[in-house]
Nanobody, 116 residues
Framework: QVQLVESGGGLVQPGGSLRLSCAVTGGFFSINTMAWYRQVPGKQRELLARITPGGYTNYQDSVEGRFTISRDNAKGTVYLQITSLKPEDTAVYLC??????????WGQGTEVTVSS
């Protein structure tokens, strides 16, 4: 069974940085596309960044330049580096694992709060 566990969230001041991690077990990590989303209560879940098995990345326009997605296939982990954090980045950040057949798995999320 595929399991995703996010970590690295917390309280950070505006302008700060964080690196979120998502460790995947039980699946064939290296052949699957991974993505990061975020969720704010009352709003639609928002796709932030995606990385293919070969390392190709794409980003939502509003976060490109501040967010960097990467993966370590040997560790089965995907990362999201966030810089220049803003209060509007406050959200629960979720990791997504999508199999080639379209089946998706989600982690429980890690909460990021940006506040002074």
């Amino acid at each position: 069974q595929v399991q995703l566990v996010e970590s690295g969230g917390g309280l950070v001041q505006p302008g700060g940085s964080l690196r979120l991690s998502c460790a995947v077990t039980g699946g064939f990590f290296s052949i699957n596309t991974m993505a990061w989303y975020r969720q704010v209560p009352g709003k639609q879940r928002e796709l932030l960044a995606r990385i293919t098995p070969g390392g190709y990345t794409n980003y939502q326009d509003s976060v490109e330049g501040r967010f960097t997605i990467s993966r370590d296939n040997a560790k089965g982990t995907v990362y999201l580096q966030i810089t220049s954090l803003k209060p509007e980045d406050t959200a629960v950040y979720l990791c997504n694992y999508k199999r080639p057949d379209g089946v998706e798995y989600w982690g429980q999320g890690t909460e990021v709060t940006v506040s002074s």
